[in-house]
């Protein structure tokens, strides 16, 4: 048989009496490395168009696919270059489909540098970008998750009365005297200064934002650059005892409840341009209870 006569069997007279238009019809978990800012993302992509029409029986999703491999070959994948595969999806179904929609699952990985010392590391960022188009009608979602290390602060105001309590046992036991500096600041380089120290834990902010589709680039890398700024305590990649210290520092200089991180990156997005809603969760995995704290907020979301 010639190639151009392969049976097609979606394009035979509709037998099902059960006829019946479908929400999304598509792939899912398509590998496809793209770049964004110059960065490349090994995603996983899902693809899908509506099916309007009730008595269809399928969508062509080899289109689909093919027009997929297009953004593979973009030096920097923008929101205006998906509208355009995704309006390019809708033309290639006609009559078929009045929605598409493209979602696209990856980890944006960054070299961060360490606090102090010469070195650097890699940290990876998963995101979820998510775009539909309906009726010309463009919406873009990205989500991303951040980690950073939270000091709990009513640990920390326990941890400071026991050393005040300690302190004033050595006095009055005559261990120390207060009057000589030298012997005090030898008495706080041993454990039975800090006697106590606060918990801190891992920490995960989710963020989800509503993009303007007008954006010249997809702004992952300048959301993570702000989150983090804002939170003062993301986790490290390589360090040194010098790193260590100032981590500790910032941690000491930083404490937050999950409520209080989630104000901190309230207000440094409420007014940030581009984006025109946020929905937030923050998560402190407890090292004190073996469940999670958690907070929650939204700007016009």
């Known amino acids: 048989m010639n190639a151009l006569q392969l049976p097609d069997v979606s394009s035979e007279p509709f037998l099902n009496m059960h006829a019946y238009p479908l929400d999304w019809v598509g792939m899912e978990n398509i590998a ?6 110059n960065t490349l993302c090994a995603s996983k992509v899902n693809a899908y168009v509506s099916l309007d029409d009730p008595q269809a029986k399928g969508i062509h999703m080899s289109r689909l ?9 973009l030096p ?14 809708l033309a290639s179904h006609t009559e078929l489909s009045q929605q598409a929609r493209l979602d696209i699952q990856a980890e944006f990985n960054l070299e961060q540098p360490a606090l102090v010392s010469a070195l650097s590391g890699w940290k990876s960022y998963p995101f ?19 980690t950073y290390s939270s000091t709990c602060p009513c640990s920390a105001a326990l941890a400071r009365d026991l050393i005040q309590k300690s302190f004033q046992d050595a006095i009055d036991t005559k261990k120390i005297n207060p009057q000589n500096t030298d012997e005090v600041m030898a008495w706080l380089g041993t454990t039975d200064a800090i006697v106590a120290t606060p918990h801190s834990q891992r920490s995960f902010a989710q963020l989800r ?24 305590t ?5 360090v040194k005892r010098v790193d260590e210290q100032a981590f500790a520092l910032a941690n000491g200089q930083n404490l937050m409840f999950c409520e209080d991180a989630l104000r901190r990156l309230y207000h440094a997005f409420v007014n940030y341009s581009g984006i025109s809603g946020f929905n937030f969760k ?8 073996a469940h999670d704290a958690v907070a929650q907020g939204s700007w016009q979301w």
Do not use: G
């Open 282 to 289: 923050v998560i402190h995995a407890e090292s004190l209870h």
């Open 128 to 146: 979820n970008l998510s775009c539909k188009l309906s009726e010309h009608t463009f919406e873009a979602e990205l989500a991303i998750e951040i």
């Open 76 to 89: 920097d994948l923008t929101l205006s270059k998906i509208y355009q595969a995704l309006q390019d999806f």
């Open 234 to 238: 993301p986790v490290q990649t390589a």
């Open 209 to 232: 934002f509503k993009l303007a589709p007008c954006l010249q680039s997809i702004p992952i890398r300048q959301f993570i650059s702000h989150a983090e700024q804002a939170l003062t």
């Open 65 to 73: 696919y093919t027009r997929l491999l297009e953004l593979h070959a």
């Open 32 to 37: 496809l490395p793209i770049q964004i800012q």
